[in-house]
């Protein structure tokens, strides 16, 4: 079946780098654009930009660029999500979806990658 | 303006009927698409597009669209509907790119 597969949680220091994976299964991964969302505690979710995963062209929404790097290896089938010189305010969970160009949404999420951020 | 606006919360008695709204200039052009999310848990789409359920969403769900505003509506709420609701769409004034309402908190009694 379609899935996402996240890497399992994290807990970093300030300062720290951190990289989050996401596999993905049952279908062909460069039909579909991969997406991170981050969710901190008690929040909704933030959009932080999305990878073509043909062409591996990252965009990045305002406040995600920087210190933020998606990235692909497409021989495994999965995407990344890298983010260095970690603050205590990038603790939350990150998804990664699948976007569907027919329904315009994003029809595919990962389980989530709890990543803390704590000396 | 690139924001959803969403009420933060509603409740819905057992079997009645709920609807959830998504207000934004984006939503004169695009559709809003809808996440369910349940405590711990990932969010789901229920609805896309003008009325669209994916596969394995119940029919109480029908999703609506008039100017500025997108509608999530339950029809016969069931206890497992008690969820947060987000609404998506794109964000005309940057580069169309994806903005989130804050989320309704839906409460079944």
């Known amino acids: 079946q379609v899935q996402l597969v996240q890497s399992e949680s994290e807990l970093k220091k300030p300062g720290a780098s951190v990289k989050v994976s996401c596999k993905a299964s049952g279908y062909r991964f460069t039909s579909h654009a991969i997406n991170w969302v981050r969710q901190a505690p008690g929040q909704g979710p933030e959009w932080m930009g999305w990878i073509n995963t043909n062409t591996g062209n990252p965009t990045y929404a305002q406040g995600f660029t920087g210190r933020f790097v998606f990235s692909l290896d497409t021989s495994v089938s999965t995407a990344y999500l890298q983010i260095s010189s970690l603050k205590a305010e990038d603790t939350a969970m990150y998804y990664c979806?699948?976007?569907?160009?027919?329904?315009?949404?994003?029809?595919?999420w990962g389980q989530g990658t709890m990543v803390t951020v704590s000396s | 303006s690139s924001e959803l606006t969403q009420d933060p919360a509603v409740s819905v008695a057992l079997g009645q009927t709920v609807r959830i709204t998504c207000q934004g200039d984006?939503?004169?052009?695009?559709?809003a698409s809808w996440y369910q999310q349940k405590p711990g848990q990932a969010p789901i789409l229920v609805m896309y597009g003008e009325n669209n359920r994916p596969s394995g969403i119940p029919d109480r769900f029908s999703g609506s669209s008039s100017g500025d505003t997108g509608s999530l509506t339950i029809t016969g709420a069931q206890a497992e509907d008690e969820a947060d609701y987000y609404c998506k769409s794109r964000d005309s004034s940057r580069n169309y790119n994806c903005v989130f309402g804050a989320g309704t908190k839906v409460t079944v009694l």
């Open positions: 979806a699948r976007y569907s160009d027919a329904a315009d949404a994003f029809d595919m």
């Open positions: 984006s939503l004169r052009r695009f559709y």
